[in-house]
């Protein structure tokens, strides 16, 4: 008899192996529901749905497939959904390799209890810190120098809970500031859940999990981090005794304050933007917006040093009260060693584009990054069909995920050009490069930002790419208009005009010359100026004046 498996999938399309999932279920066939078209319906309308999709499918088995399922963001109700949904047998699977049965007696006995005495938990957690915040937003900001050389040892805080990340931008700063650090001469701590990708080994990891209490709340969960990252130094005070605090700064986060405040140092802080603007604008809201901003608040006004990669956030803190003096500007940057072409064998590179079957005798265009809104995947998704129409002998190679990944490809597919677009998936940050390699050109076709106000963003691949040495197509906007230079850097197109960027990509392919010279001057720059030794020197110069 034939076993079908109905799988809620919470796992990203390119991380799914079915055939992987099918043996853990005992299943011969199955039948995924992405998790969006539940959690887009709501509550009531959401399980209709899956009941619905089971159903036709005459499953024997209901499953839901996660990263993690002990620290699954609303475990409850999808616990909930899936003892409701007729099934011969109820399963959660994860990635770490668990199977765990669903069944009534542990929702009602185990799961729903506990998340009752969550949300009492909730209440009392939130009461504190708003009493918290409520007292120290009153007090006077204390600020701590650093005489020159005096920085020996600096603790590296990273706390935004954001488990199983190994691509992106934000792996390469982590790791490119750390080893930065490493490269002075200065020992680093780090103050985090795990060892960050690509970190030097000469780097300590004191590592703080999060409570697995508020499972059923990321936000409860951040703000119940502060407190164990706290009593952690505070148990540690002898052995650690940093000369600085280093922190990038995640939403209701507060520990590097009181972590400072404790060992009497000073407070270097990453700000990379609003996290409370972020997620009313590329997320789904905040439930407690008020005490974020609040921690946002505070945390901002106690930093001695505060570190942003552009102009426009700069100038958002300025208007915000923040002194001046203690802003540096300071973009992005990227790792020379790992992103040098003369690092990758030629034979090595056709291997790899023989095994993502990339034609022979085309010329490659490459994107790399989040499959989301501000980077601009819906713009490149039109161009790319403008494109091919004209260029016979062009494939593209888009390397990345993200909620924005199943639109485009159905936009290519639709206008029946998935045939010439090789669609990697996420890939770790160690293999970023060899992937690039592949590519004659690159694309970076960011769009500003949806309420209006000036791009923020320094985005870590226009660096990337300009240490690979070939060249690179870029919307003008802000920073990219600034540190590229049209015609000598890159070839620079309107953000948000997809027939801009077509018409630029036809240009590279009629003149392979023109990709040669300005990925040559691209090189030739970011090697100058944009390193993250020569960012983390900026840092530490800027402190050391203050």
Same mark, same amino acid.
Not at 60 to 66: D, G, H, L, M, Q
Not at 235 to 262: G, N
């Given at each position: ?29 199955? %039948? ?63 990635? %770490? ?102 970190? %030097? ?329 944009? %390193? ?15």
């Amino acid at each position: 008899m034939t076993v079908h498996a109905t799988i809620l999938n919470l796992v990203p399309p390119d991380e799914t192996d079915e055939n992987s999932l099918l043996k853990k279920l005992g299943a011969d066939s199955c %039948t995924l529901i992405p998790g969006r078209d539940v959690r887009e319906r709501g509550a009531r309308r959401g399980l209709a749905y899956a009941k619905k999709i089971h159903r036709d499918a005459d499953g024997s088995i209901f499953a839901i497939y996660s990263r993690d399922w002990s620290r699954q963001t609303r475990r409850t109700a999808l616990y909930g959904l899936a003892v409701l949904i007729p099934a011969k047998k109820r399963i959660a699977v994860d990635l %770490t390799g668990k199977i765990i049965p669903l069944t009534w007696a542990g929702f009602w006995f185990g799961e729903f209890p506990r998340s009752l005495v969550q949300k009492m938990e909730g209440r009392r957690l939130l009461g504190k810190s708003r009493a918290m915040l409520g007292r120290v937003l009153k007090q006077k900001p204390v600020h701590r120098v650093a005489p020159p050389g005096t920085i020996e040892k600096i603790l590296y805080m990273r706390t935004d809970l954001w488990f199983g990340v190994r691509a992106g931008g934000s792996i390469g700063h982590v790791a490119g500031v750390i080893n930065g650090f490493e490269k002075q001469g200065i020992k680093t701590e780090i103050l985090s859940w795990d060892r960050p990708p690509l970190v %030097t080994p000469k780097a300590k990891l004191i590592e703080v999990l999060p409570s697995k209490f508020f499972v059923n709340d990321r936000e409860l969960a951040l703000l119940a981090y502060n407190g164990k990252l706290t009593s952690t130094m505070a148990r540690s005070q002898k052995q650690s005794s940093p000369d600085a605090i280093y922190a990038r700064y995640s939403l209701y986060c507060w520990a590097p304050v009181t972590i400072a405040e404790m060992f009497e140092i000073p407070l270097i802080l990453e700000y990379n933007g609003s996290e409370v603007w972020i997620e009313r604008h590329w997320g789904q809201g905040l439930k407690y917006a008020r005490i974020a901003e609040q921690v946002e608040e505070w945390v901002l006004k106690n930093a001695e040093a505060i570190t942003v990669v552009s102009e426009p956030l700069k100038d958002e803190l300025v208007k915000r009260g923040i002194e001046s003096r203690r802003i540096l500007i300071n973009p992005n940057a990227v790792d020379p060693e790992r992103f040098n072409p003369d690092v990758y064998p030629e034979d090595e590179i056709k291997r790899l584009k023989k095994e993502l079957g990339i034609p022979e005798g085309t010329a490659v265009a490459g994107y790399i990054g989040t499959f989301s809104p501000w980077h601009g995947v819906d713009v490149l998704a039109h161009a790319i069909p403008l494109a091919l129409k004209n260029c016979p002998k062009l494939h593209f190679l888009l390397i990345g995920s993200g909620p924005l990944l199943e639109k485009v490809r159905d936009q290519l597919r639709i206008a029946d050009v998935l045939d010439r677009v090789t669609f990697t998936g996420l890939v770790p940050q160690e293999d970023a490069a060899r992937y690039l390699m592949c590519c004659d050109f690159f694309l970076s076709p960011h769009v500003p930002n949806p309420d209006g106000t000036k791009f923020f963003g320094s985005p870590t691949k226009m660096f990337e790419y300009m240490a690979l040495g070939k060249g690179i197509i870029a919307s003008d906007l802000d920073q990219l208009g600034k540190i590229l230079t049209d015609g000598e850097t890159a070839l620079l197109v309107p953000p948000g005009d997809a027939a801009a960027l077509a018409k630029a990509i036809e240009r590279i392919m009629e003149n392979p010359n023109l990709a040669d010279r300005l990925g040559k001057n691209a090189r030739e720059l970011v090697l100058r100026e944009y %390193t993250w030794k020569a960012h983390v020197e900026k840092i530490l110069d800027y402190l050391y004046n203050l």
